[in-house]
């Protein structure tokens, strides 16, 4: 489909009575034209966007209206190569969204041009129902679980996350947290939503690696996005995400949060910078959601907490267990003390909930702790290192070729597979000696 045709399509008259916005591109993604529904809809007119291309932008924030809204008209990959699809995106500076039906034109040469109708999805005004004085109790109690009081900092970095934190609960600008699994990410998201004006409202927890992408996309970008009654969405390794939605999610950070929208936090289970660098995170929406970077440390770098965090834990399970545990034994304290907890605050809770279902005292003792954690620490005989082991068969094995040769490097390293530079280096290092012949 060419420029021309647009003067000769007899089809306009039938799209100019349509109440649906409709627009019709050339297979180069340029506006042909679009009747009086799309121009009320959109403010703009045919003659100022007839001839100007629909294209995707990783941000639209940076763009003057116009250009943003035809960025929103764009026509998806599917839509090009010639298959019916339907996509919903954000109207530009605007609460509403659009669902457009792409519907490709096909000719025997192939795409001719493609036919987009819009559908407009009105935010929802609606006062919140009500929420029932037993949900807003358990609310409450499960609030009271999320406390940064119940943290005291024991190191600098401890004290600099709880300040940060703070200082963030104040704001409603996207925040990133990152830290390994079970370092108590999503725990300090909900600290920091308690803490925040929106407390009353929910707390909606997204993971970007589990949920399945079809749902996850209504959840993240139309739902729950436009209720009032999400406070916080947190988002799980968003590098996860399809591109395509990272960029419309930067759109929606890089506004102004207004009354009704939710803050979010995303969180990484490793630096952020290196999913840019491996091309699985958008570099813009690092930054757009990095404008407060919160790094929780693993549990042993902060073993000083240790007491307190245990602390914690036993009153929690004090709601759960028929008698109460009021401490810990002094072995079964050297012992939480002395493990490398690879799973951090999640090991932790997991080893003193299951204690607690043991033990028949007022105490967690020895004996109440899980085998394999009074078992982890080999003794200094057993212990297997593997590099020393390496170096001892390499060793042997070299001296073993330099023997069979009667101490030719060139033939030993023949022998080995090995270059004879490579040779000469690992001969050095375990100070063994040959002959320089090249040849038998």
């Given at each position: ?11 306009q008259g ?91 034109l ?28 037993r ?120 506004r ?58 036993l ?8 008698h ?59 212990r ?16 073993l ?15 080995l ?15 063994l ?8």
């Amino acid at each position: 489909m060419n420029e021309s045709m647009s003067d000769t399509f007899r089809w306009q008259g039938f799209f100019q009575k349509a109440e649906q916005p409709v627009l019709l591109l050339n297979r180069q993604r340029r506006v042909l034209f679009v009747n009086r529904a799309w121009e009320a809809c959109t403010g703009l007119t045919l003659a100022e966007v007839k001839g100007r291309a629909c294209r995707r932008r990783s941000s639209t924030a940076s763009l003057e209206r116009d250009e943003a809204i035809l960025a929103a008209c764009a026509p998806p990959a599917d839509a090009l190569a010639g298959r019916p699809c339907k996509v919903r995106r954000r109207v530009p500076q605007s609460a509403n969204w659009w669902e457009i039906q792409f519907l490709p034109l096909m000719g025997s040469a192939g795409l001719l041009g493609i036919l987009g109708s819009i559908h407009v999805l009105v935010a929802p005004k609606e006062t919140p129902p009500a929420v029932p004085e037993r949900l807003m109790a358990l609310r409450d109690r499960h609030a009271a679980r999320h406390r940064l009081d119940d943290l005291e900092p024991h190191s600098p970095a401890m004290e600099r996350l709880l300040e940060q934190a703070r200082l963030a609960a104040q704001t409603r600008i996207a925040i990133t947290i990152v830290g390994e699994p079970g370092a108590g990410k999503q725990w300090l998201a909900r600290a920091i939503h308690n803490l925040g004006d929106r407390r009353q409202r929910n707390f909606a927890c997204l993971d970007a690696e589990r949920i399945p992408p079809a749902l996850l996309a209504d959840l993240l970008f139309y739902p729950i996005a436009q209720r009032q009654a999400i406070g916080t969405i947190y988002l799980r390794e968003p590098s996860y995400l399809p591109r395509e939605w990272q960029a419309r999610l930067v759109e929606v950070l890089q506004r102004a949060p207004g009354p009704d929208e939710p803050r979010y936090i995303v969180s990484h289970h490793s630096d952020p910078r290196r999913e840019v660098q491996a091309g699985r995170l958008l570099e813009e929406l690092h930054c757009a959601a990095s404008a407060v970077t919160i790094v929780v440390p693993p549990l042993r770098e902060r073993l000083a907490d240790l007491p307190r965090l245990i602390d914690v834990f036993l009153k929690r399970s004090h709601e759960l267990q028929v008698h109460a545990v009021n401490g810990i034994g002094s072995e079964a304290g050297n012992v939480l003390r002395t493990h490398p907890w690879p799973g951090n605050l999640r090991d932790l809770q997991d080893v003193l909930t299951e204690a607690c279902r043991h033990t028949k005292s007022e105490r967690i003792e020895l004996a109440d702790l899980p085998f394999y954690l009074k078992q982890s620490t080999l003794p200094a005989e057993r212990r297997l290192p593997l590099d020393t082991l390496l170096e001892q068969v390499e060793r042997r094995l070299i001296e073993l070729a330099l023997k069979l040769t009667q101490g030719n490097q060139t033939r030993a390293a023949e022998l080995l597979d090995i270059w004879r530079p490579r040779l000469m280096r690992r001969m050095e290092k375990f100070g063994l000696k040959g002959t320089e012949e090249q040849g038998a």
